[in-house]
């Protein structure tokens, strides 16, 4: 089955300590993004990867770190969590540039629960 | 800097009215425009639009842009308390160099009472 997973689906942490969120995808997709979701907010990006070691800030990236090592992952990295990061994580996948109807139809991971006290 | 704006926020109707959703954006070079529906869990697609004037529709639901006012409306026909669910906004901005970004605005929160 085509999916994005993520791990953990719910973490509760103590600030500062460093946390790394898992994002996998078996759609062998190039463009790889996170965003944070937040009340009244949407979804903002905090990164994204365009491929295998080619990684760039999106929207929010104060905080945050990413890797891209292999194309099916593509890790969120907290090195020193603060409540403000308190948030619901979403990870997703696209195909890559192209024409037609999926050509950025971004498909997400289950999400991540994360609250920092 | 690139903007989307949903309104209404939240939205409570009964089963069987029709909900008219709207999405207006500010994008320095807009590329397309996509709907998303948001349950308990991730979002799922439901449309992509590109082109001003051409209504994309599935089932109950349908979708159209104007480029020239900058915005869309998404319409859910019929409800159900299926359609009970954050609806999703998000425009390519087509920034250089930068894949597939999508710049999302906050959503409409869509409760449908039997």
């Known amino acids: 089955e085509a999916q994005v997973t993520q791990n953990p689906r719910y973490l509760i942490t103590v600030t500062g300590k460093k946390l790394t969120v898992t994002c996998s995808q078996n759609m062998n997709h190039e463009y790889m993004s996170w965003y944070r979701q937040d009340p009244g907010l949407g979804l903002r990006q905090i990164y994204y990867s365009m491929n295998v070691e080619v990684t760039d800030k999106g929207d929010v990236p104060e905080g945050y770190k990413v890797s891209r090592k292999e194309k099916r992952n593509f890790p969120l990295i907290l090195e020193s969590p603060s409540p403000n990061q308190t948030s619901l994580y979403f990870c997703?996948?696209?195909?890559?540039?192209?024409?037609?109807?999926?050509?950025?139809?971004?498909?997400f991971g289950p999400g991540t629960r994360l609250t920092v006290l | 800097e690139d903007k989307v704006v949903q309104s209404p926020l939240s939205l409570v109707v009964h089963e069987g009215d029709t909900v008219t959703l709207n999405c207006s954006y500010e994008?320095?070079?807009?590329?397309?425009l996509l709907w998303y529906k948001q349950e308990k869990k991730a979002p799922t697609f439901l449309f992509m639009l590109?082109?001003?004037?051409i209504e994309k529709k599935s089932g109950r639901l349908s979708s159209i842009l104007d480029k020239k006012e900058l915005f869309s409306i998404l319409n859910i026909t019929a409800t159900q308390t299926g359609d009970s669910a954050i609806y999703l906004c998000a425009v390519d901005p087509n920034r250089p160099n930068a894949g597939n970004m999508l710049t999302f605005g906050g959503g409409t929160r869509l409760m449908v009472k039997p």
């Open positions: 997703a996948s696209s195909l890559s540039k192209g024409t037609g109807q999926g050509y950025n139809e971004q498909f």
């Open positions: 590109t082109s001003s004037g």
């Open positions: 994008v320095t070079n807009f590329r397309s």
